[in-house]
Structures are given as structure tokens and as C-alpha cells.
């Protein structure tokens, strides 16, 4: 029981990762070389996104469920924390994207 909260734990700290997951992002781009690379037609293109869009709600609803779940085990002042701490965990993330972002632009 102690892995399995955890490993939920763990889980809901690195969501902020899923911003790499949003169609038009990251996956964006990688169908856009995929379909240089692999010379995708129009219409494999298409089934490619529609994958990665797939793979992304599901993402975002096993996210939704593991926070449900890790509330309904948290107490009130737990469940504070750790909001808190997926705040930081978020602040991080955004400081780390914008220096990625600056370096990229020089």
C-alpha cells in the first residue's frame, strides 16, 4: 500500500510534464518530422495525430483519476501539502522551460 501511494504520489508531481504531451506542442512537431522522415501522406499524418491525441486524453484522464484517488487517501493538511508542492514542482517546470526557451533564441 505504502509503494502503491508512492508511486501515485510520484505520478501526480510529474504532470506538469504533460505540457510536452498537448497536441500542437511537442507531439506537433515529432508528426511533422515523422512525416518528413517517414514521407507520411496526408492521410497516415492524420491517423498519427489522432494517436497522439488519443494517447494525450488518456494521459490527462488517468492524471485526473490518480489525483481523485490520492485525495480520497490524503487528510485535509496532507492535501494542502501537496498542492503546495506541485505548485513548486510547477514553478520549476516553467522556470526550466523559459531558460530552455532563452537558450533556444540565442
Excluded at 45 to 69: D, I, M, N
Amino acid at each position: 500500500m505504502k509503494l502503491i501511494k508512492y508511486a501515485l504520489l510520484f505520478a501526480v508531481l510529474l504532470a506538469p510534464i504533460t505540457v510536452l504531451a498537448a497536441p500542437g506542442g511537442h507531439h506537433g512537431k515529432m508528426v511533422d518530422k515523422m512525416a518528413e522522415k517517414l514521407d507520411l501522406s496526408a492521410e497516415q499524418k492524420v491517423q498519427v495525430e489522432a494517436v497522439f491525441k488519443e494517447q494525450h486524453a488518456q494521459h490527462q484522464a488517468l492524471r485526473a483519476e490518480t489525483e481523485s484517488k490520492l485525495n480520497a487517501i490524503l487528510n485535509a493538511e496532507q492535501q494542502t501539502k501537496m498542492a503546495e508542492m506541485k505548485a513548486e514542482r510547477k514553478a520549476k517546470w516553467q522556470a526550466k522551460r523559459e531558460e530552455w526557451k532563452s537558450r533556444k533564441a540565442e
